[in-house]
């Protein structure tokens, strides 16, 4: 059973944010969950390869479930 979910993100300063969102759910959830946050926090640049956040400087690099 997952408890929480944190995402990766990679600021273009070179810092590392990984803030935890409260989940209760199985593994499977929260992958899908993490795909959802991912499609809505960020726009892909197929041309880089990269998800760029939409409001803020940084990357969306994944997520763990925990």
């Given at each position: 059973m997952v408890k929480e979910?944190?995402?990766i993100i990679l600021l273009f300063n070179g810092e590392l944010k990984l803030p935890s969102i409260p989940f209760e759910g199985t593994?499977?959830?929260?992958?899908?969950?993490?795909?959802?946050?991912?499609?809505?926090?960020?726009?892909?640049?197929?041309e880089q390869n990269i998800?760029?956040?939409?409001?803020?400087?940084?990357?969306?690099?994944?997520?763990?479930?925990?």
């Open positions: 979910i944190t995402l593994v499977m959830e929260c992958l899908d969950y993490g795909n959802e946050l991912r499609i809505e926090h960020a726009t892909h640049n197929e998800w760029y956040m939409n409001h803020g400087p940084g990357t969306w690099q994944g997520f763990i479930c925990e």
